[in-house]
């Protein structure tokens, strides 16, 4: 092995899908399976979403994370392959990333506080679409927004949610973040913004009575919200390992160049 004397110590996790459990089965006979507190890497066997799962697991950890595609998306995920393991481990490229922080504050005053490496995104509960207004470090920039919701994306996170409601993709290394609306009724021609990865966003509820507002930071979800806040962690970094070129850079790149 090129880069290690001794051969790297692997922790494996998998999701619940049957190809997914079967691959735990056979790559433990084949590796062993460490603590993934002393692990020279953790192996994640599912799709993006048990991806997402293992990375909020660890993220306490500098513990960067190899995950292997048995599942229906992904994206954030390396071809799966049982050979040379800790070959390819071990010649891997490194994303950086920072999650969200989201504060949002609900109808009974409570303030709940969680991670998003995705995005965080505010949702209409009812029939009634959501009346939100949304400010910019302090600074009120759209009085009223009608809509079904709208979303603070990562740049990892761009190419999910983010994407399917029409906003950019953003290069990984752009230290930038997409606020975009879902199904904007009005402002109806407004297809959001990318901000700086500084920024501060504030969304206040409007007539919360009667058109009542979910906030969701991944898959952590806080009902009948007044007040979110929402801007990069800083002080969280997280590290997930892909195979030789194939980074996650060239994903999302090759990403905004697809039909």
């Not at 092995?1 to 899908?17: E, G, I, N, V």
């Not at 790559?27 to 990375?55: K, N, P, Q, S, W």
């Not at 009120?140 to 990562?154: H, K, S």
Request: charged share 25%; with cysteine; aromatic share 6%.
């Amino acid at each position: 092995m090129s880069k290690f004397d001794q051969p790297l110590r692997l922790a494996f996790a998998a999701s619940d899908r049957p190809e997914a459990q079967e691959a735990l089965t056979r790559l433990i006979a084949r590796y062993g399976d460490h603590d993934a507190a002393t692990a020279d890497a953790i192996v994640a066997l599912g799709g993006d979403g048990f991806m997402l799962e293992t990375l909020h697991n660890h993220l306490t950890s500098d513990t960067p994370i190899y995950g292997m595609n048995r599942g229906s998306v992904g994206f954030l995920m390396n071809d799966y392959a049982e050979d040379n393991l800790q070959e390819r481990i071990a010649a891997a490229e490194r994303a950086a990333i920072h999650p969200l922080t989201m504060r949002a504050l609900d109808a009974h005053g409570q303030v709940h506080t969680a991670l998003a490496i995705n995005e965080v995104s505010l949702l209409r509960q009812t029939r009634q679409t959501a009346k939100l207004r949304l400010s910019i470090d302090g600074k009120v920039r759209m009085p009223e927004l009608v809509c079904d919701g709208v979303l603070v994306a990562t740049p990892v996170g761009s190419t999910a949610y983010n994407l399917s409601a029409h906003g950019p993709i953003i290069p990984i290394t752009a230290q930038a973040l997409a606020l975009t609306p879902i199904s904007a009724f009005r402002p109806r021609r407004w297809r959001g913004v990318l901000l700086s990865h500084m920024a501060t966003v504030r969304i206040d509820v409007l007539e919360r009575e009667k058109r009542s507002v979910s906030a969701v930071a991944d898959n952590f979800e806080v009902r009948d919200v007044v007040e979110v806040n929402v801007c990069e962690n800083r002080d969280q970094r997280l590290a997930m390992l892909f195979d030789a070129g194939h980074s996650l850079e060239e994903r999302v790149l090759a990403e905004q160049f697809s039909g």
